[in-house]
């Protein structure tokens, strides 16, 4: 626990580094597992797919909180680890569990959720795992809900199969049975109706 004194606590709204954003808001907060380099190319996290993915689950997720929107610039956004990992430049792609459950990381993690008034969300295995350690040595405030979806790159949807409405049917396999919309466009329907099953499941487990 002494390990506090060597936590920077980020305070400005707008701060960006590549594995966190600080939003416009405080209501909302998104843990993702690291940085990869996607996000070292580009200076922040979330990049590529799971940030796209990431913006089209927030456009659905606003009015479900009573928000009238929800935007990327609106929630802070961080990582389980803060360090950039991707196998040509660490031979990984993300920490181990005892590294994401070291006290000077989830001190870090804590004080990057600090202002975080209403909800934090843990996407993936390791973002989960870290939660269950702040709860546990409860340095993540009561006053929070939180909430766990699957890893939202596209390996974590592809496993969703179905929806309420049924089957998710392959782009290529739906042009096959005569569906004269274009593949990108069926594909960017399916995907949001992956995207609908996440809000389902992180709505859940509120």
């Not at 606590?9 to 808001?25: A, C, E």
Request: charge should be positive; aromatic fraction near 2%.
């Amino acid at each position: 626990m002494d390990d506090k004194s060597n936590v920077t606590i980020n305070k400005t709204p707008g701060l960006m580094r590549t594995h966190f954003s600080r939003g416009s808001k405080n209501d909302v907060a998104f843990v993702l597992s690291c940085p990869g380099q996607l996000e070292e190319k580009a200076g922040h996290p979330a990049a590529g797919v799971t940030g796209n993915n990431l913006n089209r689950l927030l456009a659905m997720l606003g009015p479900q909180l009573d928000l009238q929107s929800l935007e990327r610039a609106d929630i802070t956004i961080t990582n389980a680890w803060n360090l950039i990992e991707y196998p040509s430049k660490t031979c990984r792609s993300e920490a181990t569990d005892a590294e994401v459950k070291q006290t000077n990381n989830l001190h870090r993690l804590a004080s990057e959720l600090l202002h975080v008034t209403e909800l934090v969300v843990f996407c993936g295995c390791k973002a989960r795992l870290a939660s269950t350690e702040l709860l546990r040595l409860r340095i993540l405030s009561n006053s929070k809900r939180v909430a766990f979806v699957d890893h939202l790159g596209t390996r974590g949807l592809l496993v969703i199969k179905s929806d309420t409405t049924g089957e998710i049917v392959a782009a290529k396999l739906q042009k096959l049975g005569g569906r004269s919309d274009s593949v990108k466009v069926i594909r960017s329907e399916n995907k949001n109706r992956r995207l609908s099953v996440v809000l389902l499941g992180l709505l859940d487990s509120i």
